[in-house]
């Protein structure tokens, strides 16, 4: 559609808000918004602000400052425009917005990326805001069309209406001129009770084209003159080619070139296959570089080895060591979890085009505004020079915050000038180059006193974090970094002293943000122990849980929610398949958002174990898609279930030694369990959904085991036990 | 010049007979609908189907479907329709990355013509695609729709 309006109402720190009676009141402040407003006229429709256009049919095209890897923010964030502007959600096309400050909407305004389950939570005032706003302007509009006080209107699916005598117009015949009249200084958001669209468990807008093999992901890129790059990096993380010897390779036919990329080789071909066939044979040398000695095996003995060394704190309530001094009863227990890999069906990938000091990039990301950096720094082109486009990301689960694999394409585009060069990556590449999941290693006191309550929790965890390596402007201090200890602070159980130290032990290995990053071994290690906890004071761990809750009603509500669906036993029993089915419960807070799940399984004679059912109760607040939501909590069980039965990363001298999914595999069809979703809007702030539901299920599975069979799992993956 | 049918219209590449299949569609005929996961006929992604039957065109070269008739989930259905399959993808909103999902319907689809009143088990261990956001559950729903209402129109 044609819309030369530039209309942008999102300057930095445009709104400032403050609860009304009826909704909540927004109050505008948009320098050099009139001047702008000069520029904009369009005979069949317009921007209304930078979210938000309308073209002549009515049709709203929406900006998106967030991608889709599978969450449902296609769905979720168009939910919340055609809310407010009162539009049916069909009429809402979602494309992804460029580059640029307009977009930066988390953080104060500073920055913005996808992930950390913040897409929903960063645009619910701003995309409500944008909607409301342009609804505003159209009923200015209409107003001023018929000669009538825009008091007197209302909206309707994309219509103004006047209630007096019962005229209406579109949206999109009154599209360019309401884009012409001044945005409101401040709007209503709609009362919750008047919700068409949220709540609501709407279908995704994104499900036909990925039905029927048009929905286009990065791999799939096409333009005239493409051409394919496959890449061989150093075996031995961080390693340099040294030498290479390309005349084998350039014999084939359909291969172009053969190039240097940081820290490996490309070959330029005309297809995938023509390409990889000429990598297979080229002979390449590469320097073992630092990290040749190292061994993730003996990098979890140093971990463990330091578990009861004194660390920062993390959080530091009462007085731990009284309470471990006076205690009657003190238990403790050492967990371990390994280096975990993303695995998105997709592999990376990415293409690039350098030609007439222009940089164009087509990529899956995380942070749209990561790619034009590492373009920018790689070409030296400036910022406003550099185009990204964003296709369907086929997974992201963290892995795609990282630009690795767009800062190869680029390299690659400025070599072959004027040609486009697609980077794509095998399923080995990937799974041997990727940022892993941190490794841990934690220790867990607790003190009870001569009743046998719980007096103090002292957590010390040892490993490092994606903030230090990664992002190092996130952490409170140089020594505390919070992306290895969220999920032991700030928990709900009123137990009087709770501590929680962190000790820094550098990972050699390249490290990342894995879906719930350290929530997803916090979960585990602190659910695992609370259960500990109970057996050792022989209570029932439901029970046990709640008598610590009695001061955190939310809490409380989801714990007792999923107790409800599953019908609680906490003993095992004999089941209708001759089998000893037993259950177990975790609940864990992240990302805002509180969990509760309780598991049911069994074990075979052979001593493999079966997840016949999860029970998964949620309040985030305020649930935007229920159905979305259910979709996200059945994914994020999933993903954490693979990894506890299955996953692990293992380094060997240096290189990681998985490379397919024969040595590395995820959760199958066979192994997923049925899983009952249910919410309760709790109220407050909305909380996130795309990770919450992944740290409780390691837990549950694992206490539902030790209820089962007596045995307490302490390292992950489960294949590592025998459990027979 | 290799004489390829692919959903049911002739087309002539010229490829070496050990291509694979699959970059065959997606390098040389570009249709992406078909995806690359592993390379090594591990996780399904790049299943079409041969004669009716699902294969992974990852491991199978072209030179085995000569002669044949290939069938991608670009073809999978009438133009402009949507095959039982896909109908209950939808109904049930299977998807979430959506990645793996051709690669899933190809495979329900041979599997459902194979077996067209499948039990709960045998839906439950007929499909061994991998999808890394967990789709399986709706996946398994959507099969059981599917197959309710394929039988259902034959009446």
Same mark, same amino acid.
């Given at each position: 559609? =044609?819309?030369?309006?530039?209309?942008?109402?999102?300057?930095?720190?445009?709104?400032?808000?403050?609860?009304?009676?009826?909704?909540?009141?927004?109050?505008?402040?948009?320098?050099?918004?009139?001047? !702008?407003?000069?520029?904009?006229?369009?005979?069949?429709?317009?921007?209304?602000?930078?979210?938000?256009?309308? *073209?002549?049919?009515?049709?709203?095209?929406?900006?998106?400052?967030?991608?889709?890897?599978? #969450?449902?923010?296609?769905?979720?964030?168009?939910?919340?425009?055609?809310?407010?502007?009162?539009?049916?959600?069909?009429?809402?096309?979602?494309?992804?917005?460029?580059?640029?400050?307009?977009?930066?909407?988390?953080?104060?305004? =500073?920055?913005?990326?996808?992930?950390?389950?913040?897409?929903?939570?960063?645009?619910?005032?701003?995309?409500?805001?944008?909607?409301?706003?342009? %609804?505003?302007?159209? @009923?200015?509009?209409?107003?001023?069309? $018929?000669?009538?006080?825009?008091?007197?209107?209302?909206?309707?699916?994309?219509?103004?209406?006047?209630?007096?005598?019962?005229?209406? /117009?579109?949206?999109?015949?009154?599209?360019?001129?309401?884009? %012409?009249?001044?945005?409101?200084?401040?709007?209503?958001?709609?009362?919750?009770?008047?919700? &068409?669209? /949220?709540?609501?468990?709407?279908?995704?807008?994104?499900?036909?084209?990925?039905?029927?093999?048009?929905?286009?992901?990065?791999?799939?890129?096409?333009?005239?003159?493409?051409?394919?790059?496959?890449?061989?990096?150093?075996?031995?993380? %961080?390693?340099?080619?040294?030498?290479?010897?390309?005349?084998?390779?350039?014999?084939?036919?359909?291969?172009?070139?053969?190039?240097? @990329?940081?820290?490996?080789?490309?070959?330029?071909?005309? =297809?995938? $296959?023509?390409? &990889?066939?000429?990598? *297979?044979?080229?002979?390449?040398?590469?320097?073992?570089?630092?990290?040749?000695?190292?061994?993730?095996? !003996?990098?979890?003995?140093?971990?463990?080895?330091?578990?009861?060394?004194?660390?920062?704190?993390?959080?530091? &309530?009462?007085?731990?060591?009284?309470?471990?001094?006076?205690?009657?009863?003190?238990?403790?227990?050492?967990?371990?979890?390994?280096?975990?890999?993303?695995?998105?069906?997709?592999?990376?990938?990415?293409?690039?085009?350098?030609?007439?000091?222009?940089?164009?990039?087509?990529?899956?990301? #995380?942070?749209? *505004?990561?790619?034009?950096?590492?373009?920018? #720094?790689?070409?030296?082109?400036?910022?406003?020079? @550099?185009?990204?486009?964003?296709?369907?990301?086929?997974?992201?689960?963290?892995?795609?915050?990282?630009?690795?694999?767009?800062?190869?394409?680029?390299?690659?585009?400025?070599?072959?000038?004027?040609?486009? @060069?697609?980077?794509?990556?095998?399923?080995?590449?990937?799974?041997?180059?990727?940022?892993?999941?941190?490794?841990?290693?934690?220790?867990?006191?607790?003190?009870?006193?001569?009743?046998?309550?719980?007096?103090?929790?002292?957590?010390?965890?040892?490993? *490092?974090?994606? $903030?230090?390596?990664?992002?190092?402007e996130f952490m409170s201090s140089p020594d505390l970094d919070n992306s290895v200890m969220e999920g032991t602070i700030h928990q709900p159980y009123g137990i009087a002293n709770w501590r929680a130290d962190y000790v820094y032990e550098h990972s050699p290995a390249p490290?990342?943000? $894995?879906?719930?990053?350290?929530?997803?071994?916090?979960?585990?290690?602190?659910?695992?122990?609370?259960?500990?906890m109970a057996h050792a004071t022989a209570r029932d761990p439901v029970e046990f849980r709640r008598d610590m809750l009695v001061n955190d009603p939310r809490h409380l509500a989801i714990l007792n929610r999923a107790v409800e669906m599953a019908q609680w036993r906490s003993s095992s029993w004999q089941a209708d398949d001759r089998r000893t089915h037993a259950m177990g419960v975790a609940l864990h807070k992240s990302f805002g958002t509180i969990v509760a799940q309780i598991a049911e399984i069994s074990l075979d004679r052979a001593g493999l174990l079966q997840v016949h059912k999860v029970w998964c109760a949620v309040d985030c607040g305020f649930t935007v898609n229920p159905r979305i939501a259910t979709m996200q909590m059945e994914s994020a069980i999933a993903f954490g279930l693979s990894a506890m039965l299955h996953e692990e990363i293992s380094i060997k001298d240096g290189a990681t030694t998985a490379g397919n999914f024969d040595d590395y595999p995820i959760l199958t069809a066979q192994q997923m369990p049925d899983i009952e979703v249910a919410f309760i809007n709790g109220g407050g702030v909305v909380g996130g959904i795309g990770e919450a539901g992944t740290p409780p299920i390691a837990p549950a599975v694992c206490n539902a085991l030790f209820a089962l069979n007596g045995q307490r799992i302490r390292s992950l993956p489960l294949r590592k036990h025998n459990l027979a | 010049m290799t004489n390829l049918n692919i959903n049911g219209k002739s087309l002539q590449l010229d490829v070496e007979d050990e291509m694979p299949l699959l970059w065959v569609l997606r390098d040389m005929a570009g249709m992406t609908g078909t995806k690359f996961g592993c390379g090594k006929g591990l996780c399904g992604a790049c299943t079409v189907h041969i004669d009716g039957r699902a294969v992974r065109s990852c491991v199978t070269p072209v030179s085995f479907s000569r002669g044949k008739s290939i069938t991608t989930i670009e073809g999978l259905a009438e133009p402009g329709q949507n095959h039982p399959l896909q109908e209950a993808w939808i109904i049930e909103q299977v998807p979430q990355c959506g990645y793996c999902q051709s690669g899933q319907i190809m495979a329900a689809a041979a599997f459902l013509k194979s077996n067209p009143d499948p039990s709960e088990e045998e839906i439950k261990d007929g499909i061994t695609n991998l999808c890394r956001c967990g789709t399986y559950l709706r996946i398994r729903a959507a099969i059981r729709t599917a197959a309710k209402n394929i039988a259902e129109q034959s009446v």
């Amino acid at each position: 559609m =044609s819309s030369p309006a530039t209309l942008t109402l999102s300057r930095r720190g445009f709104l400032a808000a403050t609860a009304g009676a009826g909704g909540l009141i927004l109050g505008f402040s948009l320098p050099g918004f009139a001047r !702008e407003l000069q520029a904009t006229a369009s005979a069949d429709g317009a921007n209304f602000n930078a979210f938000v256009a309308i *073209d002549a049919q009515g049709i709203v095209t929406m900006q998106m400052p967030f991608i889709e890897m599978g #969450q449902g923010t296609y769905t979720a964030l168009p939910m919340l425009i055609a809310e407010e502007l009162d539009v049916d959600l069909s009429a809402v096309r979602p494309v992804q917005a460029g580059p640029g400050a307009d977009y930066r909407i988390m953080f104060n305004n =500073s920055i913005r990326f996808t992930g950390d389950s913040r897409s929903v939570r960063s645009s619910w005032v701003p995309l409500r805001t944008a909607g409301a706003a342009a %609804r505003s302007m159209l @009923i200015s509009a209409a107003a001023e069309r $018929w000669g009538v006080n825009a008091a007197s209107l209302r909206t309707s699916e994309g219509f103004v209406l006047n209630p007096g005598n019962g005229e209406k /117009l579109g949206y999109g015949e009154l599209a360019s001129l309401a884009a %012409r009249l001044t945005p409101p200084d401040d709007v209503v958001l709609k009362d919750p009770s008047l919700y &068409k669209l /949220l709540g609501k468990p709407l279908d995704r807008t994104d499900v036909i084209a990925k039905t029927n093999g048009s929905a286009e992901y990065g791999f799939d890129f096409q333009m005239d003159g493409l051409r394919t790059a496959v890449v061989k990096q150093s075996p031995v993380h %961080r390693g340099n080619v040294t030498a290479y010897k390309a005349e084998a390779a350039l014999k084939f036919p359909g291969v172009f070139s053969v190039d240097e @990329i940081p820290h490996g080789i490309a070959v330029v071909g005309k =297809s995938y $296959w023509h390409a &990889k066939r000429a990598l *297979d044979v080229l002979e390449v040398e590469f320097d073992q570089g630092e990290m040749k000695d190292f061994n993730s095996g !003996e990098y979890a003995s140093k971990l463990l080895s330091r578990v009861r060394e004194p660390g920062v704190h993390a959080e530091n &309530k009462g007085d731990v060591d009284a309470a471990l001094e006076d205690a009657d009863l003190v238990i403790e227990a050492s967990y371990e979890l390994p280096y975990l890999a993303h695995v998105t069906m997709e592999p990376m990938c990415s293409t690039a085009l350098v030609a007439d000091n222009k940089c164009t990039v087509w990529t899956p990301n #995380q942070g749209v *505004d990561y790619v034009v950096q590492t373009a920018a #720094q790689i070409t030296g082109i400036s910022p406003e020079n @550099i185009t990204v486009h964003t296709p369907y990301l086929g997974g992201g689960f963290g892995r795609r915050f990282q630009t690795d694999f767009v800062a190869q394409a680029v390299t690659l585009a400025m070599k072959h000038e004027g040609t486009p @060069i697609k980077v794509l990556w095998s399923r080995e590449e990937d799974m041997q180059h990727d940022f892993y999941r941190p490794m841990l290693a934690a220790h867990y006191r607790a003190a009870f006193d001569r009743e046998h309550n719980p007096t103090a929790v002292f957590i010390t965890n040892v490993g *490092d974090g994606p $903030w230090r390596q990664l992002a190092p402007e996130f952490m409170s201090s140089p020594d505390l970094d919070n992306s290895v200890m969220e999920g032991t602070i700030h928990q709900p159980y009123g137990i009087a002293n709770w501590r929680a130290d962190y000790v820094y032990e550098h990972s050699p290995a390249p490290i990342g943000f $894995w879906r719930s990053v350290s929530n997803s071994y916090n979960g585990f290690c602190k659910e695992s122990f609370i259960d500990e906890m109970a057996h050792a004071t022989a209570r029932d761990p439901v029970e046990f849980r709640r008598d610590m809750l009695v001061n955190d009603p939310r809490h409380l509500a989801i714990l007792n929610r999923a107790v409800e669906m599953a019908q609680w036993r906490s003993s095992s029993w004999q089941a209708d398949d001759r089998r000893t089915h037993a259950m177990g419960v975790a609940l864990h807070k992240s990302f805002g958002t509180i969990v509760a799940q309780i598991a049911e399984i069994s074990l075979d004679r052979a001593g493999l174990l079966q997840v016949h059912k999860v029970w998964c109760a949620v309040d985030c607040g305020f649930t935007v898609n229920p159905r979305i939501a259910t979709m996200q909590m059945e994914s994020a069980i999933a993903f954490g279930l693979s990894a506890m039965l299955h996953e692990e990363i293992s380094i060997k001298d240096g290189a990681t030694t998985a490379g397919n999914f024969d040595d590395y595999p995820i959760l199958t069809a066979q192994q997923m369990p049925d899983i009952e979703v249910a919410f309760i809007n709790g109220g407050g702030v909305v909380g996130g959904i795309g990770e919450a539901g992944t740290p409780p299920i390691a837990p549950a599975v694992c206490n539902a085991l030790f209820a089962l069979n007596g045995q307490r799992i302490r390292s992950l993956p489960l294949r590592k036990h025998n459990l027979a | 010049m290799t004489n390829l049918n692919i959903n049911g219209k002739s087309l002539q590449l010229d490829v070496e007979d050990e291509m694979p299949l699959l970059w065959v569609l997606r390098d040389m005929a570009g249709m992406t609908g078909t995806k690359f996961g592993c390379g090594k006929g591990l996780c399904g992604a790049c299943t079409v189907h041969i004669d009716g039957r699902a294969v992974r065109s990852c491991v199978t070269p072209v030179s085995f479907s000569r002669g044949k008739s290939i069938t991608t989930i670009e073809g999978l259905a009438e133009p402009g329709q949507n095959h039982p399959l896909q109908e209950a993808w939808i109904i049930e909103q299977v998807p979430q990355c959506g990645y793996c999902q051709s690669g899933q319907i190809m495979a329900a689809a041979a599997f459902l013509k194979s077996n067209p009143d499948p039990s709960e088990e045998e839906i439950k261990d007929g499909i061994t695609n991998l999808c890394r956001c967990g789709t399986y559950l709706r996946i398994r729903a959507a099969i059981r729709t599917a197959a309710k209402n394929i039988a259902e129109q034959s009446v």
